[in-house]
């Protein structure tokens, strides 16, 4: 896939754009930027920071699951995907809010979900953890859900431990893929993860340190262990600003919301998007 994408670029005549991805797309964006061919990357939920083989036999299980499941109700796909009910069921580990979720993309999810089935399995079959350089200069982002039932938050840890300039921002009330369950703050995501100044070194947000409630977490960065202190009761937030790192006060002015695509933000799709 790695390839194929920097094959994309080259017939694009796109030398170092800004990717961004979720989930297997996510780590596709960062392999990228280990190659040289990115220039800022933004990532959702990357695949790729499990902390044990357990987590990441667990993410496979869920995959499995989910194919046997939409190959028994593939027949009834269609009306469970006209109800909040069905969506839910469609839904039920990467998404947070499937009331959001349109009827025709949930029907149209389930179909590429199911029709690629031998692709994921042959990606996960062939699966290892993150453990590239990305150069220092090149700004990276991590944003994961703090409903993502799939990637679990505390592997954000393990990313920042492998990732050491980069920014880790929490989602609230968002699933494993956060586009329909917050559209306006994925947006705002991308768009500030593609401007390349002031973002390297940055420290774990407060708020994911908080979602995860521990006061001592266990880092894996390749094979060692690094043990981080993190903040045993972090004083909460009354309001809480619409995006980790950015400067905000009551009664201040928000900037606008532009569509992602303005911004030359080239998306790598997730492959494994249920």
């Not at 839904?91 to 959001?100: D, F, G, K, L, T």
């Given at each position: 896939m790695l390839s194929d994408t920097i094959?994309?670029?080259?017939?694009?005549?796109?030398?170092?754009?800004?990717?961004?991805?979720?989930?297997?797309?996510?780590?596709?964006?960062?392999?990228?930027?280990?190659?040289?061919?990115?220039?800022?990357?933004?990532?959702?939920?990357?695949?790729?920071?499990?902390?044990?083989?357990?987590?990441?036999?667990?993410?496979?299980?869920?995959?499995?699951?989910?194919?046997?499941?939409?190959?028994?109700?593939?027949?009834?796909?269609?009306?469970?995907?006209?109800?909040?009910?069905?969506?839910?069921?469609?839904?039920?580990?990467?998404?947070?809010?499937?009331?959001?979720?349109?009827?025709?993309q949930a029907s149209g999810d389930m179909e590429a979900f199911l029709n690629s089935r031998a692709a994921m399995n042959a990606i996960l079959d062939a699966a290892v953890p993150f453990a590239g350089h990305i150069p220092r200069e090149v700004p990276v982002t991590i944003a994961w859900g703090a409903r993502d039932r799939l990637l679990r938050p505390r592997q954000a840890l393990v990313a920042k431990a492998r990732l050491p300039q980069a920014r880790i921002i929490r989602l609230p009330r968002c699933g494993h893929v956060p586009m329909t369950d917050n559209p306006r703050l994925v947006a705002d995501v991308l768009l500030d993860g593609s401007r390349a100044t002031g973002r390297v070194g940055s420290p774990v947000d407060v708020g994911l340190t908080r979602a995860l409630g521990s006061r001592v977490a266990s880092l894996r960065p390749g094979a060692g262990a690094v043990r981080r202190r993190l903040p045993c009761r972090p004083r909460p937030l009354r309001h809480p600003p619409p995006l980790a790192g950015r400067t905000w006060s009551p009664g201040g002015r928000r900037g606008s919301h532009r569509r992602a695509s303005r911004a030359g933000v080239l998306p790598c799709a997730a492959a494994d998007r249920g």
């Open positions: 094959d994309l670029f080259d017939r694009l005549g796109l030398d170092n754009p800004h990717v961004a991805g979720n989930s297997l797309g996510g780590r596709l964006a960062l392999e990228l930027a280990v190659a040289g061919r990115a220039a800022s990357v933004t990532a959702f939920s990357p695949a790729g920071f499990w902390r044990s083989d357990r987590e990441f036999s667990y993410a496979r299980a869920v995959n499995k699951v989910m194919q046997v499941a939409g190959q028994i109700t593939r027949p009834l796909g269609p009306f469970m995907a006209r109800s909040t009910a069905g969506r839910a069921l469609i839904y039920a580990e990467i998404v947070s809010r499937p009331s959001q979720v349109t009827p025709r």
